[in-house]
């Protein structure tokens, strides 16, 4: 069966469909990861997103459930060049299209995706629908995707209550903003009791608990709409608790000490995004996923200092806060899916943790 993409400059691709029987609206971003399909599909920064995946063949290791880097995939819709019909893995425990169907998840195949991606790319994110309907009428439709903005998916992907990694270590609070999954695991398994809490939790809970450190998730959504978190994010930063925040958590840090964010072009989704460490010169390959970014132009190093930077744009990729045993990345050191060079920034924070048991 025939479907479409409709994009809100007017352009149409004509593809097939696949997952579910239903039309949305959605904001059109491309990830250019190689493998790791199911961890993009989970990651629920994707909320109120349609993901385009650059790499030509998807699909053909399966759905291995363990894999999973939350409950359920978070895209409104699934853009493929070309959907594997018959994964070969041993640990394969089905397809996408099943996934998606199962899921109530639309997409569509079959359609030049390297033509998509530099037009995202030149025009920037575009907001676009996917439907089955071969009589779609594009001057009811355009002013639809024009209008279009994902808005509540914070509290869409946030646990509903708390929950416990049981652990014999530092006792971590990662407030849980649509996180991943392996934010949680990477601390449970360097022995963190991990007590993760719904977004909307006030600070003063959190610090009732008397945590070691304070873990800021990532998560979907333009960082600005998330301000009764904000202020509760600020009580955190005055608390002296450690703290580290990972993507969306980094994002909110920096607007609850005064500094802005804005929407980049077409954002960073993949897997080989160069990032330089400002105080050693390394430079580490890593995955991301973000649309927005903080501004640092402007910084008082009386708050904040860049710790890292973008290799390709320049575009800031870390905060070290100035007297405070806080620091955040704009990178996923949880990788899942992409590089796990980055897993020691876990490390750095237990060290931290560490330094303010000693105290
Ligand atoms: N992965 C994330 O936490 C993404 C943060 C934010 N939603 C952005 O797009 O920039």
């Not at 759905?63 to 995939?73: A, F, N, Q, T």
């Not at 425990?93 to 169907?101: N, P, R, Y």
């Not at 080989?272 to 460490?277: E, G, R, T």
């Not at 050693?280 to 973000?290: A, D, F, K, L």
Request: aromatic share 8%; with cysteine; net charge negative.
């Amino acid at each position: 069966m025939k479907a479409f993409l409709i994009l809100e400059d007017g352009h149409v691709f004509t593809g097939t469909a696949i997952g579910a029987d239903k039309e949305i609206i959605s904001e059109i971003v491309f990830n250019t990861s190689m493998t790791g399909y199911l961890e993009v599909l989970t990651d629920p920064s994707y909320a109120g997103q349609a993901v385009v995946m650059t790499y030509p063949l998807i699909g053909n290791y399966g759905i291995c459930y363990e894999d999973m880097e939350s409950k359920r995939p978070w895209p409104d819709g699934y853009i493929v060049r070309e959907l594997s019909r018959m994964p070969s893995n041993f640990r394969s425990q089905g397809t996408i299209q099943e996934f998606l169907e199962k899921n109530e998840i639309p997409g569509i195949c079959g359609i030049d995706t390297r033509a998509l991606t530099q037009l995202l790319r030149e025009k920037g994110t575009m907001n676009g629908m996917i439907t089955r309907r071969e009589d779609f009428d594009l001057e009811e439709i355009l002013p639809k995707l024009k209008a279009y903005s994902p808005t509540g998916v914070v509290m869409a992907t946030t646990c509903k209550e708390r929950e416990v990694l049981p652990g014999d270590g530092y006792k971590v609070a990662l407030l849980d903003l649509g996180a991943k999954k392996n934010i949680g695991d990477s601390l449970h398994k360097r022995g963190c009791e991990v007590n993760i809490y719904p977004a909307d939790t006030k600070a003063e809970d959190i610090l009732a608990a008397n945590p070691d450190g304070i873990m800021l998730s990532n998560g979907p959504g333009d960082p600005k709409e998330c301000t009764e978190i904000i202020k509760e994010i600020k009580k955190l930063y005055d608390s002296n608790v450690p703290i580290f925040a990972i993507c969306l958590g980094h994002q909110l840090m920096a607007l609850a000490n005064g500094l802005d964010t804005h929407k980049m072009k077409y954002g960073h989704r993949g897997g080989n995004h160069p990032v330089k460490d400002l105080k050693t010169g390394r430079v580490y390959i890593t995955s991301q996923n973000h649309g927005y970014v903080v501004d640092t132009d402007k910084l008082d190093p009386k708050v904040a200092v860049p710790a890292f930077v973008n290799v390709n744009d320049g575009t800031n990729e870390g905060l070290s806060y100035t007297g405070k045993n806080i620091f955040t990345v704009q990178y996923h050191p949880e990788a899942c899916p992409g590089p796990q060079d980055s897993a020691y920034l876990f490390d750095r924070f237990l060290d931290m943790m560490a330094a303010g048991k000693n105290k």
